[in-house]
């Protein structure tokens, strides 16, 4: 076999669930486009390639390109992940591609992850909560670099959906604060500023819309763009709030 016959390129068939619900006349369907794969080709590429030579119409999410804003995630042949960081040569030559559930859909790919992140961050009230009495001139007390990267790892999290998309426990519980929403609680309790105790914790996600719905499938852990070790964050949320309890 030549050089050239043995890199010819893979002509590769994208399934792409479409659906446009401010449309009344549109009814999901499947949509299928074929394209050369070139080296180093990413699904976002082959997306815009879609769009730019056959659908203007479809519609995808993007911003950074660079697996940091999170906008781009998407089912990709049954698992959630980002399309910006997923390229078309790990994937076989038939890609199937879907929005993500347990979003609001905007249209095809698109959904909206930043009103569900809202209302968690709202109702978990994810930000440091400081004594009354704080003087906010005052120096902050120095940090232990072994904490500090502690706190850091877990704000890696890009709230790009995809935990919540691979969480059976969403799919049944719609109130379900999910990993993000438990990580973001973890990463509070473990910051010295933060004036919350456990058994302030506790009244927020001491039941089964919180730490205790989780079925440890680990979904979450599995699919989680920046490999957070999100399973053993609630493992550790989940033995602290027994004992508050």
Same mark, same amino acid.
């Given at each position: ?10 002509? %590769?068939?994208?399934? !792409? $669930? ?22 180093? =080709? ?17 519609? #995808? ?12 995630? @998407? ?6 992940? *980002? /399309?910006?960081?997923? $390229? ?14 347990? #979003? +609001?859909? !905007? ?9 569900? =992140?809202?209302? @968690? ?6 930000? !440091? ?6 003087? %906010? ?5 120095? @940090? ?27 799919? @049944? ?8 929403? $438990?990580? +973001? %609680?973890?990463? #509070? ?5 933060? /004036? ?7 009244? $927020? ?6 730490? #205790?719905?989780?079925?440890? *499938? *680990? ?6 763009? +920046?490999? *957070? ?7 550790? %949320?989940?033995? +602290? ?5």
């Amino acid at each position: 076999m030549s050089n050239e016959t043995a890199s010819a390129a893979r002509t %590769l068939t994208l399934r !792409i $669930l479409r659906h446009n619900p401010q449309d009344p006349a549109s009814e999901p369907r499947w949509a299928r486009y074929e394209l050369e794969e070139y080296e180093g =080709m990413t699904l976002f590429i082959a997306l815009n390639e879609i769009r730019e030579r056959f659908e203007p119409s479809l519609q #995808f999410d993007f911003v950074c390109r660079a697996g940091i804003c999170g906008s781009c995630g @998407m089912v990709v042949n049954g698992r959630p992940g *980002l /399309a910006c960081r997923t $390229l078309t040569s790990t994937l076989p030559s038939e890609i199937t591609l879907a929005p993500l559930p347990a #979003f +609001k859909l !905007i249209g095809d790919l698109s959904v909206d992850t930043g009103q569900w =992140m809202r209302g @968690m961050s709202e109702r978990l009230e994810t930000w !440091i909560h400081e004594q009354a009495e704080t003087d %906010l001139h005052a120096l902050e007390e120095r @940090m232990e670099p072994e904490l500090a990267e502690q706190i850091y790892e877990l704000d890696r999290c890009i709230e790009c959906g995809c935990c919540i998309a691979a969480c059976g426990t969403a799919r @049944m519980r719609e109130d379900f604060v999910g990993a993000v929403g $438990l990580n +973001k %609680l973890a990463r #509070f309790r473990l910051d010295p500023h933060n /004036a919350r105790t456990d058994a302030d914790l506790y009244e $927020l996600i001491g039941d089964d819309d919180g730490v #205790f719905g989780c079925m440890t *499938l *680990l979904g979450c852990h599995d699919v989680c763009p +920046k490999e *957070l070790p999100l399973q053993t964050q609630i493992a550790f %949320l989940r033995r +602290k709030m027994v004992t508050v309890s």
